[in-house]
């Protein structure tokens, strides 16, 4: 069974996708993310899935994604930005390298906007963003093997602190 060399975790405009394609480019793997799972499995996108479906059937997609992704993926990996929420979720964390990548709300609110395609920020995403943050920093600390802060800075200098912080060189 393989396992990922590592998991990204952070909220939504830390860049997880964007630094996580680059990871797994300086290291010469393969790059997934859960996201794109659940769209799969779903055969629809996030919005579509919390309108028809709600967020509850969203998140058992999403904790199910999670499992098989950690459980048979031999690559960097990218979580969506609630999936720490999930308890058993955090439990089968424990086993891998987690890089929790932060972002401060400025940074966050300029990289997502007005969270066009983010479900979660369909209303007023400025106070649902700081709420979210407040909320889910302590989850991804909780998880984080690494914490590598991303505000002010460019995918390529994140996507080589994360390569040498794993011990896993950069570019």
């Given at each position: ?14 860049g ?23 769209e ?67 940074d ?10 983010r ?13 979210l ?39």
């Amino acid at each position: 069974m393989s396992t990922p060399v590592c998991v990204l975790v952070g909220m939504m405009g830390a860049g997880k996708t964007t630094v996580g394609g680059l990871v797994a480019e300086r290291l010469g793997v393969p790059f997934r993310d859960v996201d794109a799972d659940i769209e799969a499995a779903a055969g629809k996108p996030i919005p579509d899935i919390f309108i028809d479906d709600g967020e509850e059937r969203f998140r058992e997609l999403e904790r199910d994604a999670v499992a098989a992704a950690l459980d048979g993926f031999a690559g960097v990996l990218a979580l969506g930005g609630g999936a720490i929420l999930d308890p058993q979720t955090r439990k089968r964390l424990a086993d891998h390298r987690v890089v929790y990548l932060s972002v401060e709300l400025p940074d966050a609110l300029k990289r997502v906007g007005f969270g066009a395609g983010r479900p979660v920020l369909a209303m007023n995403p400025r106070a649902t963003l700081r709420h979210l943050l407040d909320q889910r920093r302590p989850l991804y600390e909780e998880v984080a093997t690494v914490v590598v802060a991303t505000d002010g800075r460019t995918p390529d200098e994140v996507a080589d602190e994360v390569a040498a912080a794993l011990g896993l060189g950069g570019r």
